[in-house]
């Protein structure tokens, strides 16, 4: 017997690494002989094409002769190469393996199908021709495989998140047959699980070093060059890994995945493809490995597949049945979690659940947004209300000022509703299956002694790939093992039963969980919020409009096919790489197409439903003026008049409901109420008065006075003006269109305008306003109206810029005369308090936080709020509210924001709470305007109103048709209670109801939730920041209008 080696950790660790190295000594190691003999390629040859052409197209177009070592590229195209092969006939008994390494993602056709992915960043260079080449089988072969001209993570010019290089060229370096050895490489699994046991557990530990010896026990024993000698070696691993540990060992729940990001550094139309590679791969490991289960959310990718690759979709289906294909998540992509309205995150959910039941016969139980920039304190509610309780992701890890102190916890949102989360603690979505990451696992895990299991999400991921053989070997083999946790290949369904039998002692997080990073998505690409924001709108009226088209005739089609596509174009859009902003160029372009798609078309449909809803209706005018919000209003509103003119009117109209065009002969006075005095001093200044709020402008078109006019109030601090342009330097770390850095608040620049540029524009009456020009810089500037019309509460600020910078932020700011240590936003259904100093560092880390429609700081008895038409970005600093407008990031798109911006905000004084001086109700109007439409023929000659609410604290949100409508003549309505109060309200509708029940977000009926309906009414009890829906069954149209008002 050999003498015991000597106690060296060193030298003895690094003999093993040697042992295993691709790198050194592959001539005599164990690596060196993974593969045996090899054979060239019978022919290959090759097409390329700038197109993605489907299988079928491509192979029949005309394949030149290739070689290995040749180029092909650029960026974007695609190159098909038919692999003529035939294995010699010497292999028999033999595992033969297709080698391919290329530059590019490759995948590998057989047969027509779609077999596999085979990229060198994913660690995928061979494809099993054969697992043992039997007498008889045939040897002769052919394949293709398609190589698009871009990595996993795009084609970035020289760091990954640069801008694409249009240029890039790429090459097949590898394509040849090869005998691979399966004995060898479990031993080289075993051998690096070894090793990472030693340097993991250290040298402080008694296993780590039981670890290290039966290493360099298996180098001794195993002679590469003897075949014969492995199973010595491998007995001596086996004996290791069979040492079982304890009954406390903490449990990994492994979890095969694949974060494919929907678009972000390659275009929507490479993921259809990303998804091919990634999942073809997933179902060949399925098919390998019985006990393996790969999660998969994003319903958009799989309805891609399916339409794409039906047959991997059939197959995918089948692994769903034996429940090793799990989908995940419940959406239609992973969206961002800030910036989408409630509803639109409910569509998400509708979507999403609705076709992974149609295709998968279930709906998701767990909500999944591994790798999406925080999370809104709405989404606990949201998910419950789509049938889920559980929630995953990681992302709060990226927090670059505090540490979330959980990874496993019950999360309670705005409402009160809980949900349990988990984050996997070992901060990652894209495992490997190492023992580091393993023991990271268990060691960082913060709720140690709380529960003992966690999940471990392993494969590639970001730009796909997903799980490799040899990571699932790698966790198979730690399945029980002293020293290191239990490891199982699990499911998220199993983890999360496991965790809810642990859950006695779970802390609970209440509110938004915010991430301390990536604050600048909610500015980035204002085009893209913009369209955001509108599409929003326009589908909410669309939707209205043709429900009250369906309740009043008979006739009406509902578009729900049309609507159906036209949300998923929205609901794609709202990914977390596009709303966002942090996608490449040419994603952001696909973006505004897919708003331009639901611009135009949603118009369509919103003039169809305008005249059916009047038709038969006798009246003056061919113009209907339609309210979509559920309350009445009057408002200035710019009529169209014949010869393309337009002129101003005072119109009401009734909450949800539409109004006759006033005869232009009625268009003046304005009486009752006072018209807009307009007054230009010989300074230069100009004050602008309705009656409610006075504003005066100095000669630069700086605020320097907002008085509320009956109190004598003044809004803006003493000594301080508003309206404040104000430019920053901004150079993130690294994340160019994702982070802005709290150090950008140091470079304040406030951007100075000239006197003299102040004019007045509407000179008063209905309107008042005044314009002025501002050069921001050499290179940028603004042009703004303050607008100021008859009875509104706030003072409108239209906006143009021309914007051409480099790492410049602009915000605008409005130092406040009020005081207060929060201040208030709106989110999804509701609004929540952010501090307004700098105590903390959780309370500093937000020094950039996202917002809605409106935000407003207040002290007692008054307050000033802010709204805007389509911004996200905010903050309040001490008393100076602000509102970030434009940034100017150059990658991964360098022309982010470049060129022309219009955007609207508003100023609104008001005394009292924000609640009762309607700031909600003003964000909402800035947001939804009149509507003038023009109807066929004569318009009504009455107003009329569908639906309105006794209670000014609910919001009545949505009204759609049911998804499934018997006969089509089911609503699905929901509303909100926006103040945060309990309150009793009555719904009242002047529409044909026969029955009145109550549903989830998902439109499924509560079986206890019938609502008595008499007079024309129902009633609803809300909690502060409660979701309600409801289904209406209509009877048959009828045409009589009941009584406004309640
Ligand atoms: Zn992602």
């Not at 054979?39 to 197109?51: G, H, I, K, Q, R």
């Not at 159906?564 to 859009?573: C, G, H, P, S, T």
């Not at 059916?612 to 559920?630: Q, S």
């Not at 001086?917 to 009504?940: D, E, M, Q, T």
């Amino acid at each position: 017997m050999a003498a015991p080696a000597l106690k060296h950790w060193r030298a003895t660790l690094e003999r093993v690494e040697k042992f295993v190295s691709p790198r050194y000594f592959a001539d005599c190691n164990l690596r060196g002989r993974l593969l045996g003999d090899t054979c060239p390629l019978a022919a290959l040859s090759s097409f390329l094409t700038p197109d993605r052409l489907p299988y079928p197209e491509a192979v029949r177009q005309h394949f030149r002769p290739a070689q290995v070592g040749d180029s092909f590229g650029p960026t974007w195209w695609t190159c098909w190469f038919r692999v003529e092969l035939t294995i010699p006939e010497a292999w028999v008994g033999q595992e033969v393996h297709l080698l391919w390494e290329s530059d590019g993602e490759g995948l590998v056709w057989r047969d027509g199908q779609p077999v596999q992915g085979l990229t060198k960043e994913g660690e995928k260079t061979s494809y099993i021709l054969t697992d043992k080449l039997e007498e008889g089988d045939p040897r002769s072969l052919t394949l293709y495989v398609e190589v698009a001209c871009n990595g996993l993570l795009g084609a970035g010019k020289e760091s990954m998140i640069a801008a694409p290089d249009p240029e890039k060229m790429f090459q097949v370096s590898r394509a040849e047959l090869a005998v691979f050895y399966r004995d060898v490489h479990s031993l080289l699994v075993d051998l690096e699980l070894l090793l990472g046991i030693a340097k993991g557990l250290g040298e402080d530990n008694q296993r780590s070093f039981q670890a290290l010896y039966t290493a360099n026990q298996m180098v001794n024993v195993c002679d590469p060059a003897q075949p014969e000698t492995f199973p010595v070696a491998q007995a001596l691993a086996s004996r290791f890994f069979g040492q079982r540990g304890g009954e406390s060992q903490h449990t990994i729940h492994a979890v095969g995945h694949c974060h494919i990001d929907t678009a972000w550094l390659w275009p929507f139309k490479e993921t259809v493809r990303k998804c091919a590679r990634s999942w073809t791969t997933a179902v060949q490991l399925m098919e390998q490995n019985p006990d393996f289960v790969f999660a998969c959310s994003q319903a958009q990718q799989l309805e891609w597949v399916k339409s794409h690759y039906p047959g991997l979709h059939a197959r995918l289906q089948e692994f769903a049945c034996r429940g090793q294909f799990v989908p995940v998540g419940g959406t239609w992509v992973e969206m961002d979690g800030n910036l989408p309205s409630g509803e639109a995150m409910v569509r998400q959910f509708l979507q999403g659940q609705n076709f992974f039941l149609q295709e998968f016969g279930k709906m998701c139980s767990e909500f999944w947004l591994p790798d999406t920039f925080g999370y809104s304190a709405q989404l606990p509610q949201i998910m419950r209300g789509c049938g889920i309780t559980r929630f995953l992701s990681q992302k709060l890890s990226w927090s670059l000022v505090n540490s979330f102190p959980h990874h496993t916890f019950f999360w309670e949102g705005l409402d009160g509703s809980r949900v349990l989360a988990h984050f996997p603690p070992g901060d990652s979505y894209g495992m490997q299956g190492n023992v580091e990451e393993v023991l990271k696992t268990m060691v960082k895990n913060r709720d140690k002694g709380r529960t003992n299991h966690s999940a471990f999400l392993f494969g590639f991921g970001d730009g796909g790939g997903g799980p490799t053989q040899t990571m699932v070997d790698r966790l198979k083999r730690l399945h029980n093992t002293d020293g290191l946790p239990r490891v199982q290949l699990s499911s998220p369904g199993r983890l999360f039963t496991a965790l809810e039998g642990d859950s006695g002692q779970l802390c609970t997080w209440v509110g938004e969980l915010f991430l301390e990073l990536h604050q600048g998505t909610y500015t980035t690409h204002a085009q893209i919020k913009k369209g955001n924001r509108e599409c929003e709108r326009i589908l909410h009226d669309v939707e209205l409009l043709s429900s009250l088209a369906l309740a009043r005739g008979a006739q009406f089609l509902y578009p729900a096919a049309q609507l159906q596509d036209l949300w998923r174009l929205l609901l794609l859009n709202q990914f977390h790489d596009v709303v966002t902003g942090s996608c490449i160029q040419l994603v952001a372009e696909e973006a505004m197409c897919h708003y331009e798609d639901i611009r135009s078309r949603g118009n369509t449909l919103l003039s169809a439903a305008a005249a059916a809803l009047c038709m038969g209706e006798p009246g003056p005018e061919g113009l209907l003026i339609v309210n979509t919000l559920p309350w009445e209003r009057t408002e200035v509103l710019a009529l169209p008049r014949s010869g393309g003119a337009h002129s101003l009117a005072l119109v009401t109209v009734p909450s949800m409901g539409y109004a006759p065009a006033p005869a232009p002969t009625s268009l003046q006075p304005v009486q009752p109420q006072q018209p807009v005095f307009v007054v230009q001093e010989t300074d230069g200044s100009v004050t602008l008065d309705n009656g409610i709020i006075r504003v005066r402008l100095d000669p630069t078109g700086c605020l320097t006075s907002l008085v509320l006019v009956a109190s004598g109030r003044e809004a803006i601090a003493e000594g301080a003006v508003g309206n404040q342009f104000v430019l920053f330097d901004d150079v993130p770390l690294y994340w160019d269109a994702w982070d802005v850095m709290d150090y950008h608040l140091e470079t304040r620049k406030p951007v100075l305008g000239q006197a003299g540029t102040l004019a007045v524009g509407a000179e008063g009456g209905m309107r008042g306003s005044a314009w002025f020009l501002l050069q921001i810089s050499p290179n940028s500037r603004l042009s703004q109206e303050v607008v100021l019309d008859v009875g509104c509460p706030y003072v409108r600020f239209h906006t143009e810029v021309h914007w051409h910078e480099a790492h410049k932020f602009l915000k605008v700011e409005f130092p406040a005369r009020v005081r207060s240590p929060q201040a208030t936003y709106e989110v999804q259904f509701g609004h929540l308090q952010r501090p307004t100093h700098h105590n903390t560092s959780w309370d500093w880390a937000r020094f950039e936080v996202w917002a809605h429609r409106w935000m407003d700081l207040s002290e007692h008895g008054f307050g000033l709020a802010l709204l805007n038409d389509c911004k996200y970005g905010a903050s309040v600093r001490g008393s100076v509210l602000s509102l970030s407008l434009l940034r100017a990031p150059k990658a991964p798109d360098a022309s982010a924001d470049m060129g022309r911006h219009e955007f609207t905000y508003a100023l609104m004084p008001h005394k009292g709470s924000l609640q009762d001086a309607g700031v909600i109700r003003a964000a909402y109007s800035l947001n939804f305007p009149l509507l003038a439409l023009p109807a066929p023929g004569p318009a009504p000659a009455a107003a009329w109103s569908a639906f309105s609410l006794s209670s000014p604290a609910v919001v009545l949100e949505t009204v759609k048709q049911a998804e499934s409508s018997p006969q089509g003549r089911t609503l699905v309505l929901r509303l909100y209670e926006a103040h945060g109060s309990h309150v009793d309200c009555w719904l009242r509708t002047s529409l044909p109801v026969q029955e009145a029940v109550l549903c989830d977000l998902l439109e499924r009926r509560d079986p206890a939730g019938h609502l008595p309906f008499r007079d024309a009414r129902l009633k609803l009890t809300f909690s502060p920041f409660q979701v309600q829906s409801l289904l209406l069954v209509l009877g048959p149209a009828r045409t009589e209008t009941l009584p406004l008002g309640l």
